[in-house]
C-alpha cells in the first residue's frame, strides 16, 4: 500500500475499535435499562450513579484504544514512506480486499475522501487506464471497433471474471472476454468500481466514463457490448438509462446488455437482513446490533429490490421502510437484452430452487419475473436458465458463455 492508504487504513482499524466500544456501551445500557425501568423512580440515584461511572470507564478505555490505533497507524506510515510502495490495489490480494471494504462502507469512504475508496475506472494488469487516446493504445495494442464492457459484482474486482477458468479450460486466461475476441472481435474492456456506492451513483459514473472512453479510444467504435454479473446488471442498466437521457454519443451503439444473476427485482439475503435491522431496533438491548447491521453500504441496500436511480431511494430510509420504491424503467430501445439465471438444483421450480435459487439471486428475480405482477419485459427468447449452478459459477462457464455466443451470433446486424 502507498504510505496514504497505510494511514487511511491504521485510521480506519482504530475507529472500527474504538466503534466496538460504542457498540458495546450502547448494549450495555440497554440491557441496565430494562430492571431500572421496572423499578421506576426508587432506583434513579442507583442508575444515576450506575450511568456516569459505566459512562467514564468507556469513554476511558475507547480514547485509549483510538489513540493506540492512531499511533500505530502513524508508525506504520512512516515504515511505508521508507520503502517503495504500490496501490493497494495493483496486487490480487489487495483487489479483493480493497473491493471488499468498499462493498461493506465504500459511501462512507468516498463521503471522506479516503483513498482507499475506489473510483469507477478501466483496469489492465491491476492498474487504472487513463481515459487518454495514448494510454489506451498502449493498453489496448489491438483495439477493434467493438466493446465488450464487462461490470463486475458486490465485492467482486475485474480479475473475478477468470475464476475457474484454469478448472474449464487449463489456462487461466481465458475468459467471456477473450472468448468473445476470438469469435465475433470484440476487445473487452474490464472496469472496477466502488460497489459501496448506490447503484445509480455508478450508473451515472458509467454512463461518463462510456463517453470518455469512446471517444478516446484508439479505433473507431461500431458496437458496444455490456455484461454484467449481479449488481453489474443493474449498473449496466443504470448507465443506459442516464447515458440515454443525456443523449450521451456511445447509447446508439449498444447493441447488447447482458446480464448475468442479476437481482432485476431483489435479493432475499438483502430483504432478510433489512427485516433483521428493523426487528433489532425495537428493543433496546439490541439497538446497537440494529445500528451495526445498518451500517452495510447503500450499494447492498439498493439490493433489496433492484433500484436504478435516484428517486428509487431518494426521500426514502432504508432501515425504517421495507417497501418497495423501485421504478419501472424502459429497457434500452435499440439494444437487445439478454438474461441468465442459475439455480443449486436442477429443477428451478423444485423446493431447492425456489428458496435458494444461486444461493443470492433468485431466478424470478434474475429474469424479471415476480408472481404478484411487477415484470420487466426481457423476451422470452433471451432468457436462460442453468441448474446446478450457483451465482459465482455465471462468471465464467461454458454453458454459460454458449448460450451467450448463441445470442450474438443469431442478432441481426
Known sequence: MTPEETRAAGRLTARAIAGAVTYIEQTHRGIASRPFGLTGPVSAPVRLVHDAVSHTVYVTVRAAMLSAGLAASELLTAVARSRPAEPAGSTAAGNVTLAALNAAIGHRLQQEDNPLAITMAVR?????????????????????????????????????????????????????????ADDFGYTAVYLRYNTGLHVSENGRGLARLLTDLAGA?????????????????????????YGYESGAPWVPLVRHVVCLGTPHLGAPLEQGAGYVGWALAKLAETRSLAALVNGRSVGIKDLRFGYLVDDDWRDCDPDACLRDHRTDLALLPAANHYVISATLAGDPDSPTGRLFGDLLVLPASASGRHPRGQHIPFP??????????????????????????????????
Open 217 to 241: 479510444w484508439p479505433a473507431t467504435v461500431d458496437e458496444v457490448l455490456l455484461v454484467g454479473h449481479s449488481m453489474g446488471g443493474l449498473v449496466a442498466r443504470s448507465g443506459c438509462h
Open 124 to 180: 489492465v494488469g491491476g492498474r487504472d487506464v487513463p481515459l487518454r487516446r495514448g494510454a489506451l493504445g498502449a493498453a489496448f495494442p489491438a483495439a477493434t471497433g467493438r466493446l465488450a464492457v464487462f461490470l463486475h459484482g458486490l465485492t467482486e474486482t475485474e480479475d473475478a471474471w477468470r475464476l475457474h477458468a484454469r478448472r474449464h479450460y487449463d489456462d487461466p486466461r481465458v475468459c467471456y472476454g477473450t472468448r468473445l
Open 380 to 413: 422470452v427468447d433471451n432468457r436462460r436458465h442453468f441448474g446446478g449452478l450457483h451465482h459465482f459459477h455465471l462468471l465464467n462457464h461454458p454453458d454459460v458463455y454458449n448460450a451467450i455466443r448463441t445470442w450474438l451470433g443469431r442478432a441481426p446486424e
